[in-house]
Structures are given as structure tokens and as C-alpha cells.
């Protein structure tokens, strides 16, 4: 009990620790002190002494006082800028400008020009029939899919090769289903995206035939190549 | 012009931000020369037209632009010019300035820098023939002045368009910053 109220007088002592930053800070602005008389390294040191404490309250009282010293801070940047634009005379820059390139004075044009914004060659009404048209436009455009910039892919099956290659992947696929089995397509289709499609029209004319069935697996979203199915053929499409 | 854009003030806030919107629009199609002078707004806005340009600087804003106002010595806000700048640099957007004629324009505004108003043209075609060949320090004042970024007669002074797009005092900073020979940089942090 007594622990408990100790650590209690500590988080309110902490608590005014750090409200007495945030009055300092009112006070440099309130007064117009030298921000640069508060040294925000060492109160930032002792915020980060106990800044993983969870009590909100305290939590809190960081924040307010973290605030302030990100305030103060933009006071000396402002107190910087001052200073310097108070030690640039008319007869400084005059010099400085004199002795830069064409280069250089237009890069600091640069930096310091925020060009007059406008649209040209179209008047009021133009402008508003030019947004209403790409407005109306929005909802009418398809979405792009990846799959659809895909160049499509053609695989020749020379008519003197067809049996051939037909009977070599035949028998690749009747070995993989040998004891009844179901393998995926994915195990039966070849690496190559050429090779894929050329061995899915061969895989397509076996089903046809009813020689192997497909069967599409929802729970891991794949196709099965079955063994011989039974009754009526059922032709399947698959994506490559 | 119709009778409901020369409406007075006191609509409802949508009405207001309507008004904004087409003063907005207005602001942005340039005829010649950017912005739209004070007394064109309340010949169709009204007279309530300073409360609606509030809000056009609310609605710019989202836009990443920023209304600016360049007034004439001794008039009104009727007399000023109201016009949109981006809220970045020309570093970043692009500027409607060559080179040469950045340069030039750089070169006048540290002329005329701390109070002096105006300088001699003699005085600035000397400085600019300098750094340029005399034909592309006319080529550049007459430009300049064109587009209104300065005023030229036996005199040369900032025109309303330098006013409106340029921070003398960035650029102030810029060009003391940057060390002569191209050690420096050109656009310091603000």
C-alpha cells in the first residue's frame, strides 16, 4: 500500500516535471525570450530517462511537453532566419549576385518562385465539360488486370508430331496415375509456358477421349488429373 | 453574366462554396495573364466577393495552390489582382522563366533588394550585359516585362507578378547561400 502511494507521488512529480517545460516554452513565446536560452537537449534527455512508463497520464504529459519543445525548436529556426536576413544589407547580396553565373542566379529564382498556376487555350465552360468528361469516365473504365497485359502465348502442334507427342505424354501422365491416384495438374504439366500449353491441349484431348478426368480441388484451388472417370465425359476448362 | 452570380452575400454555406468553386474555376483559366482583378469578381459575384475568395483559399489549398492577392499602392481590394501560385517551388513545378531570364530577373530583384525600389535602366542593362550577351539582356528585360515581371521605362521596378511569385526574402537566402563557382546550394531549407 505504502509502495503504491509512493510510486504514485513519483508519477505526479513526474507529471509536474513536464508541465513546468511546457510553461517554460509559453513562457519564451509569450515573452519573446531567446529561444536558444533553453537547452531542449537536455529536457529531451530527461523525457527519454522513463519514456516507456504506460500510465496514461503520464503518457500524456509527454506528449504536451514533447509538443512544446517541437515548438520551441521552430522558434530558433525562426530565430535563426531572423538573424540572418538582419546581417544580409542591400550591398552584401548586390555583391554575392554580381559574383554568381547565370546558372546559379536561376537556380535560386528557382527555389524561391512559385509560379502563377492557370489553364490556357480553354475557356470556363470548356474547362467544366473537359472535367465532367473524366469524371464520367471513372467508373466506366474495366480494371486492369495482370493477367490480361499477358502477350498470348501460341504452341504449333505439327500434324506429323501430334500422335507422337500424344502417345509419349500419355504414357508420362498413366505412370503418374499408376495405383489409382490423383496427381495435379501442376505435377503433370511441364515448367515452360509454351510447353504448358501445348501438353494442356494434349491433357484436353486425353479428357475428351475419356481416358483421364479432371477434377477441380476448392479447398487448395487446383485441378486434379483423375483416372478413368466413369459415366459421361465432362470436359473442363483450366487456366494456364 | 447572370442575375444569380451577381446574387449579394448571405447565402447558406452551400451556396457559398458553390460560389467558391466557380470562382475557383474563373481563377484558373488564364485570359492573357494569370489572375482576375478585384473589380471583375464583384461585377460577378457581388459584393460579397472577399468572403467567397476566403473560401476559394480553402478550396485551393486542397489543390496544393494558394491564392495570393497583389494590390496597387492607394487602391482597394477592387484594384488588386487575384491569382493562384503553386504551393511549390518552381525547383519542383516548373517555371515559365528560361534560364537566362531567372537569371536576369534573380539578378534585378537583389538590385532593388532592402527599400530601393527601383533602379536606373542603364544600371541594370550594365549588370546584365555582364553575365550576358547584349542581346539576350534585351531579350530578357523585354520578356520580363511582357509577361510582368518587372516595369521598365527609364527606371526599372518589380511588377505585379514578381510580387506574386516570388519570396525576395527566400530568394535572398538562396543567393547568399549558394558559393560562388557552384559550391552551394541553391534552394535551402525555408
Known amino acids: 500500500m505504502c509502495q503504491l502511494s509512493a510510486r504514485r507521488r513519483g508519477d505526479r512529480s513526474r507529471i509536474e516535471a513536464r508541465d513546468r517545460i511546457v510553461m517554460l516554452v509559453d513562457e519564451v513565446e509569450r515573452e519573446g525570450k531567446d529561444p536558444f536560452s533553453v537547452s531542449v537537449g537536455e529536457l529531451l534527455a530527461d523525457l527519454r530517462e522513463d519514456y516507456d512508463s504506460d500510465d496514461v497520464e503520464l503518457l500524456l504529459a509527454d506528449s504536451r ?68 468528361y473524366w469524371e464520367g469516365l471513372r467508373p466506366q473504365r474495366p480494371p486492369e488486370s495482370p493477367a490480361r497485359r499477358e502477350r498470348p502465348v501460341t504452341a504449333p502442334l505439327e500434324p506429323d508430331n501430334f500422335e507422337e507427342d500424344l502417345s509419349s505424354f500419355r504414357s508420362r501422365l498413366m505412370g503418374a496415375l499408376e495405383g489409382g491416384g490423383e496427381v495435379s495438374l501442376d505435377e503433370v504439366l511441364s515448367g515452360g509456358r509454351e510447353a504448358r500449353v501445348r501438353e494442356a491441349y494434349l491433357l484436353a484431348h486425353l479428357v475428351t477421349r475419356g481416358e483421364v478426368g479432371l477434377r477441380y480441388d476448392p479447398e487448395r484451388d487446383r485441378y486434379l488429373v483423375t483416372p478413368r472417370p466413369e459415366g459421361e465425359v465432362r470436359s473442363v476448362v483450366i487456366e494456364v | ?23 475557383l474555376r474563373m481563377l484558373l483559366v488564364n485570359r492573357g495573364r494569370p ?49 493562384l501560385v503553386s504551393s511549390e517551388p518552381a525547383l519542383e513545378v516548373g517555371s515559365p522563366l528560361t534560364v537566362v531570364e531567372a537569371a536576369a530577373l ?59 511569385e516570388v519570396d525576395v526574402e527566400r530568394l535572398a537566402r538562396a543567393l547568399i547561400a549558394i558559393r560562388p563557382g557552384g559550391g552551394g546550394s541553391a534552394g535551402p531549407s525555408p
Open chain 1, 65 to 132: 511537453a514533447i509538443e512544446a519543445l517541437s515548438r520551441l525548436v521552430e522558434m530558433q529556426d525562426e530565430w535563426v532566419e531572423g538573424r540572418l536576413l538582419a546581417t544580409i544589407s542591400p550591398e552584401v547580396l548586390r555583391r554575392r549576385a554580381e559574383a554568381l553565373d547565370a546558372r546559379e542566379l536561376a537556380g535560386a529564382l528557382y527555389s524561391a518562385q512559385f509560379p502563377a498556376v492557370g489553364v490556357s487555350n480553354v475557356n470556363e465552360v470548356y474547362l467544366v465539360r473537359a472535367a465532367e
Open chain 2, 1 to 23: 453574366m447572370s442575375s444569380r452570380e451577381g446574387a449579394p452575400s448571405g447565402q447558406a454555406g452551400g451556396d457559398l462554396r458553390d460560389k467558391a468553386l466557380r470562382m
Open chain 2, 35 to 83: 489572375g482576375v482583378k478585384g473589380w471583375e469578381l464583384r461585377r460577378r459575384f457581388g459584393p460579397g466577393y472577399l468572403k467567397v475568395l476566403e473560401v476559394v483559399g480553402v478550396e485551393a489549398a486542397k489543390l496544393g495552390l494558394e491564392l495570393r492577392s497583389v494590390e496597387e499602392e492607394g487602391k482597394g481590394p477592387d484594384f488588386a489582382r487575384y491569382l
Open chain 2, 106 to 164: 534573380a539578378l534585378i530583384v537583389a538590385l532593388t533588394y532592402g527599400g530601393r525600389g527601383e533602379v536606373p535602366l542603364k544600371e541594370v542593362q550594365q549588370e546584365l550585359q555582364a553575365k550576358l550577351s547584349k542581346w539576350r539582356a534585351e531579350q530578357a528585360l523585354y520578356r520580363l516585362s511582357r509577361l510582368g515581371y518587372i516595369e521598365v521605362d527609364d527606371v526599372v521596378r518589380l511588377g505585379w507578378r514578381t510580387k506574386a
